[in-house]
């Protein structure tokens, strides 16, 4: 589950970006973002906003993409003793 403030949401005039990660090999999801898409130009608090006078429309985009495995990397231990 993600979550955002709902200030933020408001803030990124409701569009939004879901994106998720599926694994290659298995049924779970690998990984899972919700961000709002708040513009560098948007106030940085809610109370500036004007209070909308009716339903907004939420835009939505989504992404969805296949894990990539990590190269495996073998253990290499050190060839002297710990310290006591």
Known sequence: ?????ACNLRRANFKD?????????????TSFAYNPLISPLAPTSCDELPIPEESPTLISRAQVGLDTPGMVLRTILPNNK???
Not at 1 to 5: G, L, N, R, Y
Not at 17 to 29: A, Y
């Open 1 to 5: 589950m993600s979550t955002v403030p």
């Open 17 to 29: 970006e879901f994106q998720v990660i599926l694994p290659r090999t298995s049924e779970h999801v």
């Open 82 to 84: 710990p310290a006591p």
